[in-house]
């Protein structure tokens, strides 16, 4: 079982062993990180049954001429210079959400969206995607809005002023079990605040008109 935790690490406490995943991911970017740069945990007892697939420095404990014996782990799957200012960047990173606490960064974001949520179910043709109840939604939010194509929401929204995401998500058999082409989603994090939750409302109100052509 491998976990995309791309979208969840930033926003909340993560225990692998609590969740026995076999495989953990991560993006740096998406934690106040540098891009280029993540995290893949994995159980040792799979890891150390797996052969690594690109071959480089360090990685080597013995090489003869018809074949080589890998490190232990982690090495035999470092192989080569590894991106060692992403490294440490991202290292950075992660002790100021460590600083900040995990759970205050959840709660902050709770926050937001219990008073975003409600603003959002209010629109008229606009559909939420997950969890109706805030207490159950993550700062995360995918929607469309009836008759427009994500795409040209998104692009109205930033005219607007605010920055969103249209397509899949790297999620396009959810989109398909949905039924729909593709969603916007948006993402409040800590840096965000109420006031960028109503340049939201505004923003889908002013694009909603727009494509009405009464705006």
Known sequence: MVVDGAQSAPHMKID?????CDFFTLSGHKMLGPTGIGVLYGKEEILNLMDPIESG???I???YEQEAIWKELPWKFEAGT???A???????AIDYLESIGMDAIHAYEQELVAYILPKLQAIEGLTVYGPQDPRQHAGVIAFNLEGLHPHDVATALDYEGVAVRAGHHCAQPLINHLGISTAVRVSFYIYNTKEDCDKLIQAIHATKEFFNGTF
Not at 16 to 20: A, C, E, I
Not at 86 to 92: F, S
């Open 16 to 20: 692998v062993q609590d969740l026995d």
């Open 86 to 92: 992403g490294a440490i960047a991202l290292g950075a």
């Open 57 to 59: 420095g360090e990685m």
């Open 82 to 84: 590894p991106n060692i």
């Open 61 to 63: 404990d013995f090489v």
